[in-house]
């Protein structure tokens, strides 16, 4: 059994943990949830592990976690394909723009801001981890 990583966020420095922690992560836009009446935004991830070690059992492992986000007043879609529920997207980044706002940065220019009365992000990893061959590689420019 391997450890599960939970983390959460109050400040901008703890959401930079958080967003090293689920960089190219899939999510399937169908995971992408506004429980409006509770005001939290759900995010449900396969997150590449960064932070295992890659000289213990397999090299590489992904596993699923849950990203929440509370006190979500409002949410905004850019180049979102709402109406393709099974399209995936890899996220890139999680970073508060102001106190008010948290954007979630995807590739392909695609993007989710969330409008938060104040910052209360949660992490955790459910289920075990699983092995892939495949660790996530970014262009030099």
């Given at each position: 059994m391997t450890d599960k990583l939970q983390l959460s966020a109050l400040d901008?420095?703890?959401?930079?943990?958080?967003?090293?922690?689920?960089?190219?992560?899939?999510?399937?836009?169908?995971?992408?949830?506004h429980f409006k009446a509770e005001k939290r935004f759900v995010l449900?991830?396969?997150?590449?592990?960064?932070?295992?070690?890659?000289?213990?059992?397999?090299?590489?492992s992904r596993t699923h976690s849950a990203l929440v986000f509370n006190e979500v007043a409002g949410v905004r879609h850019q180049r979102i394909p709402l109406g393709d529920p099974d399209r995936m997207l890899e996220l890139l980044a999680v970073a508060q723009d102001d106190p008010k706002s948290v954007t979630l940065r995807f590739a392909a220019d695609r993007a989710i801001r969330l409008e938060i009365g104040r910052l209360a992000c949660h992490l955790g990893d459910v289920g075990e981890p699983w092995p892939t061959p495949w660790k996530p590689a970014h262009p030099v420019e």
């Open positions: 901008a420095d703890d959401l930079g943990v958080i967003s090293a922690a689920v960089q190219d992560a899939l999510v399937a836009v169908r995971d992408c949830v449900l991830l396969n997150r590449f592990r960064w932070e295992a070690d890659p000289t213990v059992d397999t090299p590489y």
